[in-house]
């Protein structure tokens, strides 16, 4: 077959409303009532073959204790290293097929995403991970056909990038997937990311090695399915969930590891880096790290704010999701003429959202994932209402009954320093912090210096000149920076994400930058007439 091939313009998938009525709605509901009355064994899949270590571990329902989901088989160094031999083994076919035949696959899985397979794998997230059918609708289904509609154009955009040439010569530049595997390390909090982290360099031409979080295990093996009904070949992407510590250490100790494609908490990623530091002689290539880490990301209002997008911002943007979106808001920077307009209305709508069961589809608020997470947040809560520095100005309270339910919760912290305004909670908390109107420019210098993360931020101002000044001091406090919105919803193609400082490697996920990192070009110069000769002319004589 011959031609350049254009992969279809890419366009945002359409967020579906699932309002009553509605035949997604119908759909969702029916697959929700399927999955939640069937428990699946959930094997590793390694060169196309399931493996059932018979180490296992149940899969519950965050907000629902008492429903097992499935029962997932656990890997280990065994299961990895098999995985590698198959990854790398599976890559030398893979990488020599046509990229428009590679691209092929993954549109082909967000199309079936796209169609019939969207309310599996929305149910799937609803149920493992206690999403609502919006919060899943943007991750589960979108943004995943995103990911791969828009990582087929990029990567096209990549190789369509070529050298200029010289009269008699052709140059040309062969990107060539990386040499070995890649070890793709998902967190819990977004389907999106398993797909993405594990897609993207199978895309470009990689073997992967992906280690899903066993607390989104149910949605990551629909996703694995996915990719299978698709058409991917056996072993390009393998499948372990398991032991993160014995997995990892057979996928950096191996001499193949030729990159990380890692999303989660700051203090794993730096224990990852360190072991590949450590191993550093030992590999064939030097390993491309890519990591998306942790986040204290802020809303900082200034005095001439709207009231009512403020408040929007710090409901929407800190307790959707239960505030589990690396992105989500967690320490506010209000001034103290605008804290007085909006406080009691913030407490007021803050108390009023329905927490519950994701099922019942008149729920805002879910469960947080697991018991050491509910421990971890509920720990912060609990401090902060012993302690005098400090007062819980609405929620605080939780449960642990039949799911790890906590209410929307918003701190008010007498000091900047506060651990609630400089950690990262990730959960449904809110840290205000309240400043004298005229010290505007000091709290900018604040909200740059508090934290070690740079992931997201958003000021709000109706005056330009002090967005101006916002952009300007903040301009290395945050990867992902909003004016007068929510700082959590990043979309693919419009605001690629990602963050600096102790927030990660910035690579952007979802972007050509992303898809450059799982490439490592050949740069091949073709002579159309060679010099015969080995003399130049300055050498001649006069
Ligand atoms: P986590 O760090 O606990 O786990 C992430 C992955 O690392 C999981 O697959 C886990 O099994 C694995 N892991 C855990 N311990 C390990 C170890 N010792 N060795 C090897 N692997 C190990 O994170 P999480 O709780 O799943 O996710 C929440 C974190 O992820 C938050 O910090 C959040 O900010 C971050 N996050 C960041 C982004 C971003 O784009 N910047 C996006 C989503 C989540």
Redesign the pocket.
């Known amino acids: 077959m011959s031609g350049f091939f254009r992969v279809p313009p890419p366009i945002n998938e359409p967020v579906l409303s699932y309002a009553p009525g509605t035949p997604e709605r119908a759909e969702l509901k029916a697959a929700l009532e399927r999955m939640r009355g069937e428990e699946i064994e959930i094997p590793l899949v390694i060169g196309g073959r399931e493996i059932r270590t018979g180490v296992t571990h149940p899969v519950h329902a965050p907000h629902d204790h008492g429903l097992r989901l499935a029962t997932c088989h656990e890997g280990g160094a065994e299961e990895a290293r098999r995985a590698i031999a198959n990854a790398v083994e599976a890559q030398r076919e893979w990488a020599s097929w046509r990229w428009e035949d590679r691209a092929a696959i993954f549109l082909k899985a967000a199309e079936l995403l796209s169609t019939t397979w969207r309310a599996r794998l929305n149910a799937a997230t609803m149920l493992g991970q206690s999403k609502n059918a919006y919060q899943s609708e943007i991750d589960a289904a979108c943004e995943i056909i995103d990911f791969f509609r828009f990582g087929a154009h990029f990567a096209e955009r990549v190789f369509t990038e070529q050298p200029v040439s010289e009269k008699g010569v052709w140059n040309r530049t062969d990107y060539r997937p990386l040499e070995g595997f890649v070890y793709a390390?998902?967190?819990?909090?977004?389907t999106a990311?398993g797909a993405n982290l594990a897609g993207i360099p199978a895309l470009v031409g990689c073997g992967v090695l992906w280690?899903?979080?066993?607390?989104a295990v149910l949605s990551g093996y629909h996703t694995y399915k996915l990719l299978e009904e698709a058409g991917l070949p056996p072993g390009v992407v393998n499948f372990v969930p398991g032991n993160?510590?014995a997995i990892?250490a057979a996928a950096l100790g191996s001499r193949d590891f030729a990159g990380l494609h890692?999303?989660?908490?700051?203090?794993?990623f730096q224990?990852?880096w360190r072991q590949v530091g450590n191993n550093i002689a030992s590999y064939r290539s030097y390993p491309r790290l890519v990591g998306?880490?942790?986040?204290k990301d802020f809303i900082l209002a200034h005095p001439s704010a709207d009231g009512d997008a403020v408040r929007t911002a710090i409901v929407r943007g800190a307790f959707e999701y239960q505030g589990q979106k690396?992105s989500a808001a967690s320490r506010a920077y209000l001034p103290a003429s605008l804290w007085r307009r909006i406080r009691d209305d913030l407490a007021a709508e803050t108390e009023s959202l329905p927490v519950g069961d994701p099922l019942d589809f008149r729920n805002f608020v879910h469960a947080v994932i697991d018991r050491r997470a509910f421990d971890s947040i509920t720990g912060y809560i609990a401090r902060a209402d012993a302690d005098p520095n400090a007062e819980v100005v609405a929620g605080g309270r939780y449960s642990d009954a039949d799911g790890f339910f906590i209410r929307p919760t918003i701190i008010r912290a007498h000091s900047p320093g506060h651990e609630t305004m400089c950690e990262?909670i990730?959960g449904p908390v809110i840290s205000v912090f309240v400043y004298p109107d005229a010290e505007w420019e000091r709290t900018l210098r604040l909200v740059d210096e508090t934290s070690p993360y740079a992931?997201t931020g958003a000021v709000f101002s109706q005056d330009r000149s002090r967005v101006r000044e916002a952009l300007d001091t903040l301009r290395n406090a945050a990867g992902n920076f909003y004016i007068n919105d929510k700082p959590t919803g990043a979309v693919v193609g419009q605001q690629p994400?990602?963050?600096g400082r102790a927030?990660?490697t910035n690579d952007k996920?979802g972007s050509a930058a992303n898809i450059a990192r799982w490439l490592s070009p050949r740069s091949i110069k073709e002579n159309l007439v060679p010099a015969t000769r080995y003399e130049y002319p300055y050498m001649g004589e006069a």
């Open positions: 390390v998902s967190p819990f909090n977004f990311i280690k899903p979080s066993r607390s993160p510590s990892t890692f999303t989660g908490s700051t203090e794993v224990s990852l998306e880490t942790g986040g690396c990262e990730f992931l994400f990602g963050g927030s990660g996920a």
